[in-house]
Structures are given as structure tokens and as C-alpha cells.
């Protein structure tokens, strides 16, 4: 009889271990986390809907301030301007050269951030570029 109840006991307090387990994993982040799109299914998608900002690095910085940014799970690309705004009115813009392009565009009172829709960045390069309203000026990041 001894032998039952240990046995119950032992296995009573298995089963809450692993049930507290799973209650305290349930809102737990993982280390990793499934895509939401890859490469061509990206194509115009908001990023920040996605999960591909979580590991976005930003590759260069165009001399008007507009960042190539680009996710490595995704294979995504798009444009980014978080901070100078230049106090008039401007269009930010990725390339790919998939002949892919998005742009968004930035008016003169905006405070940031702002950033373009995803393009497919596998097997192919893109760039990010700025092109000011008043002037016509216009600077592009380096290819990546």
C-alpha cells in the first residue's frame, strides 16, 4: 500500500511540475519566432506588421537621412526615416533591382518614423533613397 501512494504522490508531483511549467511558459517569448513572410511573399507588406523587424539591421544611411533596412529571416528590404526630418515635404523610396520599388511619402510637419512597404531582397540588391519636394535633391543609400 506504502508503494501505491508513493507512487501516486510521485506522480501527482510530476504532473503540477509540468503543468506549472506550462503555465509559466504560456506567456513566455521564444528565442526564435517563425516568420510571418519570406523573400517575394514579403512584397508589400507593412513590416511593422510582420516579424521581420525584430532582427532588421539597418545597412547604410543615405546623406538625407533615409536607412536601408533589411531582415536576414525574411529576406526583406525597405526604407526607413526615423529621425532629421527636413522641415519640407519628401518621398522615401526602395529599390530593388528585381525592378521592385515602394515609397512612401513624408510630408513637411512629419514627425517619424516612417518607412515603405517590404520588397524581396533574395538573390537580388536594393537601395534606399530620398528625394526632397522643394529642390528636387534626391540621395540613395549604397546597394545591398
Known sequence: MRVTTRRIASAGATMA??????LLGAGATPAFA?????ASSC????????TCASDARTIDTSVLGVEL????SCRAAWA?????????????SIHSTGREVRS???PSNASGPFYTAMVNDANVQSYA???EDNNGGRA????Y
Do not use: F, H, K, W
Open 69 to 72: 533596412r533589411y531582415s536576414p
Open 80 to 92: 526607413r526615416r526615423s529621425a532629421g526630418m527636413n522641415g519640407i515635404g519628401d518621398t522615401i
Open 17 to 22: 511540475i509540468a503543468v506549472t511549467g506550462l
Open 104 to 106: 512612401v511619402y513624408v
Open 34 to 38: 517563425a516568420t510571418s513572410c519570406y
Open 140 to 143: 540613395c543609400s549604397t546597394q
Open 129 to 131: 533613397c530620398d528625394e
Open 43 to 50: 512584397s508589400g507588406l507593412n513590416p511593422a506588421n510582420t
